[in-house]
């Protein structure tokens, strides 16, 4: 069955780090575009970051560039997120999504950006 299992979220300071990881299983994840999504509460869905199956192309939300960085590494069906000058506007919860023939989606990670 597909899974999408995130981990890596938490507590972190203003201007902190954080990676967040995406275990993929059940599906072919070479062929599949994978994604950032994040919801803060009373907002709406965003998509914050995504990349291409093959690493080729990345895509960042305005509000990201320059702090966030997706990768993947095919050989272990993981996607990560690399965040950095975290500012408290970043607290939401982060889902990992696949996207290809079907789209899948995990069942997310809280992040939260607090001092």
């Known amino acids: 069955q597909v899974q999408l299992v995130e981990s890596g979220g938490g507590l972190v300071q203003p201007g902190g780090s954080l990676r967040l990881s995406c275990a993929a299983s059940?599906?072919?994840?070479?062929?599949?575009?994978m994604s950032w999504y994040r919801q803060a509460p009373g907002k709406e869905r965003e998509r914050v970051a995504a990349?291409?199956?093959?690493?080729?192309?990345?895509s960042y939300a305005d509000s990201v560039k320059g702090r966030f960085t997706i990768s993947r590494v095919n050989a272990k069906n993981t996607v990560y997120l690399q965040m950095n000058s975290l500012k408290p506007e970043d607290t939401a919860v982060y889902y990992c999504?696949?996207?290809?023939?079907?789209?899948?989606w995990g069942q997310g990670t809280q992040v939260t950006v607090s001092s």
């Open positions: 990349i291409t199956s093959d690493s080729g192309s990345t």
């Open positions: 059940g599906f072919t994840f070479s062929s599949y575009v």
């Open positions: 999504v696949a996207k290809g023939a079907y789209d899948y």
